[in-house]
C-alpha cells in the first residue's frame, strides 16, 4: 500500500503576523503565507510488482492570501508534488497517470512582448499582459505530459523521453532501482516541445533517496528537515490591473535590426514573484536549532543568487553549510558566508542544495532568504536587472525549548571519490551557440563537434567549422556533426565507461549562462577555462580566428562544485571540463539546457548508452567527437 504521510507545515503560525513587510505596488504583502510542506510519500516496498499511482490532476492553489486562487496542475493534485521518499536498492515502480480531462483549460497564459530600451525596468518584472495578446496555440494545448525523475539512474525506458507523453487515462509505468547513494532527485514534466509551459502549471516534487552513511551522521530530520522548491512565477491580471491569480508566461522578444539576415530571439522566462513550495514569498517559524534545508531551483529560467540577510540587510555570515549538490552529500560541508568570495548559493534552474542552517541562539529574529540581483546589495530591487522583488522566504525563530546538541560532521562521505583525469576515458565536445547564429533560427544551440583530422584544404571560415587554441597553444579543428534535437544520433556511449563532456559557450554579446544537464551520470568538475570567443563570427556560424584559451584569467571551482552533479551552469566565454560515469542502466537518453525555454527550443540532444559487446556490432558512424573525418561537408 501507498503510505502517505501528511506532515505538519513548516511554521503554522496561529495568526500570520500582518504589515511587517509593506505591501508591493502589486497589493501582496511579503512573509504573509505560512510556508508549506509536501506530504511525504513512502512507495508500496518489498513487492515491485505492486505499483504507486501518481496521477497528474487539475488543481486550485492559493498563491498567496492576498490572490485569488489559481488553476494548476499537480502530482497527485498537488504543488509541489508529493515528496517521494525510498531507501537505496529500494526498487519502485510508480505509474504517472495523466487524470487531467480531456478539453481541461491550459492553465498558463503565454505571452511575448517587445524589448524595453536598456535602463528601463524590463517587461518581465511587471505583472500581467501588458495589453499583449495571449498565444491562441499555448491556449489550445492538451495536457500531454511526460515524467522524468531528474539525478535517476533509470532504463532509457523509465526516464521519460520527451517524445513519450501521455495523454489523459494513460499511465507512464517508470521503474526506479535506485541504488545510489543518499540523494536529492525532484521529478518534473519533460514533454517534447512544451515543458517550459508543462513545468510552470505546478508539475513538480521532492524525491529523495536514504542510505545508511546518511543515516550515520544522524542529520536533522523529521519536522526539521524541509525541501525548499523555488520557482518565479508571473501572473496575469484584469482590464482594471488587478491580479487575477491566473498563470502568465510573459517573456520578451528581441527583433533584430535586419530581419532578413536575423531571426527574433526569445528571452527565457524570468518572472517578479518567487514562490516556495508553491506560495509566493512565505516564511516558517523555525526553532532556534539546527534545520537541514533540499533546496532545488525548480525555476524555468531564472538563476537565483540567494543570501540570507538580517533585520538589517546584512548577509549572516557562519550559519549556512552545504552539504550536499545535485548527486549526493559532499565530502566536507562547505561554508556559505555570502561574502562575495566563493562559494555562493548561485542556483541555476534543477541545481539542488542540501544545507544545514544553524538557527541556535537566534530566538527571535528574523532573517531572510533573498534574490541578489547583480547590480544591488542583497534585499534592494534591481530596477534595471530583473529582480523586482528579491524576497524569496523568511525564517522565524522561535524558542525551541531545548538545546539541540546536533554538532556539524567534519567528514560527510566517507565513500566519496575523487574522479580525477589520468581514469580511461572518451572525450566529447559541445560547443553551445550564441542565439542569432547563423542557421539557429535565432535560437542558442548545442553543436556537437567531431575534431577534423586534415583539415589544411578546408575553406575558412565556413559554417560548422571550428578552431580552438588550447591551454598549451595548439589549435585543433573540429566540424558540427549535430545540431538539433532530431539530427541524427552522435554519442553513443559504453555502458560502466567513462567520459569528458567539454562544454564550450561560445555567447559574448550579451554573454548567455547555460546550465547543462545530462541525464544517467553523475559527473565530477574538472575545471573551468576562460576563452577568448571573439573569433567565432555567428553570421558565418564558425570561426574567423581561433577561439583561444585566455591564460589571463583563471576560473577556479567552487568547493560546492567539487561534489557529484549532474546540472552546471557554462557561462559565456568558458569551457567547462566534467567527468562522469555512464553505468547503471542501458537506453536512449537526453542531455539538454535546463533552461526550459532553451531546452524546448532546440537545446537538447540525444545519447545512446550500450553494452560494450553489443557496441562492436554497431554498423553506423554514431560515434561523435572521435570519428576524425575530413570536413568534406564544408565544400
Ligand atoms: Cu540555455
Not at 540587510?313 to 550536499?324: A, D, K, T
Not at 577534423?452 to 578546408?458: A, D, F, K, R, S
Request: net charge negative; proline share 9%.
Amino acid at each position: 500500500m501507498t503510505d502517505i504521510i501528511d506532515r505538519p507545515t513548516g511554521g503554522v503560525a496561529e495568526e500570520p503576523r500582518r504589515g511587517e513587510g509593506a505591501a508591493t505596488e502589486d497589493g501582496l504583502t511579503p512573509y504573509l503565507a505560512p510556508l508549506t510542506v509536501p506530504p511525504v510519500l513512502r512507495p508500496a516496498s518489498g513487492d515491485v510488482l505492486h505499483e504507486t499511482e501518481i496521477a497528474q490532476r487539475p488543481t486550485w492553489v492559493r498563491l498567496h492570501p492576498q490572490l485569488p486562487p489559481t488553476l494548476m496542475w499537480g502530482y497527485d493534485g498537488q504543488v509541489p508534488g508529493p515528496t517521494i521518499e525510498v531507501r537505496r536498492g529500494q526498487r519502485i515502480r510508480i505509474a504517472w497517470t495523466n487524470r487531467i480531462p480531456k478539453g481541461s483549460e491550459f492553465p498558463v497564459t503565454a505571452v511575448e512582448v517587445p524589448v524595453r530600451p536598456q535602463g528601463t525596468p524590463p517587461a518581465t518584472t511587471e505583472p500581467g499582459r501588458g495589453g499583449a495578446e495571449p498565444n491562441k496555440d499555448v491556449e489550445a494545448l492538451p495536457a500531454w505530459l511526460v515524467t522524468h525523475l531528474h539525478g535517476a539512474q533509470t532504463g532509457g525506458g523509465n526516464d521519460g523521453w520527451a517524445d513519450n507523453a501521455v495523454a489523459f487515462g494513460d499511465a507512464q509505468l517508470s521503474e526506479y532501482p535506485n541504488d545510489h547513494q543518499a540523494v536529492q532527485w525532484w521529478y518534473h514534466d519533460h514533454a517534447m516541445n512544451i515543458t517550459r509551459w508543462n513545468v510552470m502549471t505546478g508539475l513538480f516534487g521532492t524525491y529523495l533517496l536514504r542510505d545508511d552513511e546518511e543515516d550515520a551522521l544522524r542529520l536533522p530530520a523529521g519536522e526539521r528537515e524541509i525541501p525548499l522548491m523555488i520557482a518565479d512565477r508571473n501572473l496575469d491580471t484584469d482590464e482594471d490591473g488587478r491580479l487575477n491569480g491566473r498563470l502568465l508566461h510573459k517573456t520578451v522578444i528581441v527583433v533584430p535590426e535586419n530581419p532578413e539576415t536575423h531571426k527574433p530571439v526569445t528571452v527565457p522566462f524570468t518572472g517578479p514573484y518567487t514562490t516556495v513550495n508553491g506560495r509566493i514569498w512565505p516564511y516558517a517559524e523555525v526553532d532556534d536549532a539546527w534545520y537541514r534545508f533540499r533546496l532545488v531551483n525548480a525555476s524555468n529560467a531564472r538563476i537565483y543568487n540567494l543570501v540570507l540577510i538580517d533585520e538589517d540587510g546584512n548577509p549572516v555570515p557562519g550559519i549556512v553549510h552545504q552539504i550536499g549538490s545535485d548527486g549526493g552529500l559532499l565530502p566536507r560541508p562547505v561554508p556559505v558566508d555570502f561574502d562575495e568570495a566563493l562559494p555562493t548559493l548561485a542556483a541555476a534552474p534543477a541545481e539542488r542544495f542540501d544545507l544545514l542552517v544553524d538557527f541556535r541562539g537566534l530566538d527571535g529574529r528574523r532573517l531572510r532568504l533573498v534574490d541578489k540581483g547583480p547590480n544591488q546589495p542583497p534585499g534592494v530591487p534591481d530596477p534595471e536587472g530583473d529582480v523586482r522583488y528579491p524576497a524569496v522566504m523568511e525564517f522565524r525563530v522561535r524558542c525551541g525549548g531545548e538545546t539541540d546538541t546536533f554538532e556539524l560532521p567534519e567528514v560527510l562521505s566517507g565513500s566519496f571519490r575523487r574522479i580525477t583525469h589520468d581514469i580511461r576515458h572518451e572525450h566529447r565536445l559541445i560547443v553551445l551557440t550564441p542565439p542569432g547564429t547563423k542557421g539557429g533560427g535565432g535560437h542558442p544551440e548545442s553543436w556537437e563537434m567531431t575534431e577534423v583530422e586534415n583539415p589544411e584544404g578546408l575553406q575558412l571560415p565556413a559554417d560548422g567549422i571550428i578552431q580552438i587554441t588550447d591551454a598549451h597553444g595548439v589549435t585543433k579543428t573540429y566540424r558540427r556533426t549535430a545540431r538539433t534535437f532530431n539530427d541524427g544520433l552522435g554519442f553513443t556511449v559504453v555502458e560502466g565507461s567513462y567520459e569528458q563532456w567539454s562544454f564550450l559557450n561560445l555567447s559574448r554579446i550579451p554573454p548567455v549562462t547555460h546550465p547543462m544537464h545530462i541525464h544517467l551520470a553523475d559527473f565530477q568538475a574538472l575545471g573551468r577555462d576562460a576563452y577568448d570567443v571573439s573569433g567565432f563570427d555567428p553570421a558565418v556560424g564558425g570561426t574567423r580566428t581561433p577561439v583561444r584559451y585566455d591564460a589571463g584569467t583563471t576560473l577556479p571551482l567552487a568547493p560546492n562544485e567539487l561534489g557529484s552533479k549532474d546540472t552546471y551552469r557554462v557561462p559565456g566565454g568558458q569551457m567547462l571540463r566534467i567527468m562522469g560515469r555512464f553505468d547503471g542502466a542501458y537506453g536512449r537518453f537526453m542531455y539538454h539546457c535546463h533552461l526550459l525555454e532553451h531546452e524546448d527550443m532546440g537545446m537538447m540532444r540525444p545519447f545512446v548508452v550500450l553494452p560494450a559487446e553489443v557496441q562492436k556490432f554497431d554498423h553506423g558512424a554514431g560515434h561523435g567527437g572521435h570519428d576524425g573525418h575530413d570536413g568534406d561537408h564544408t565544400g
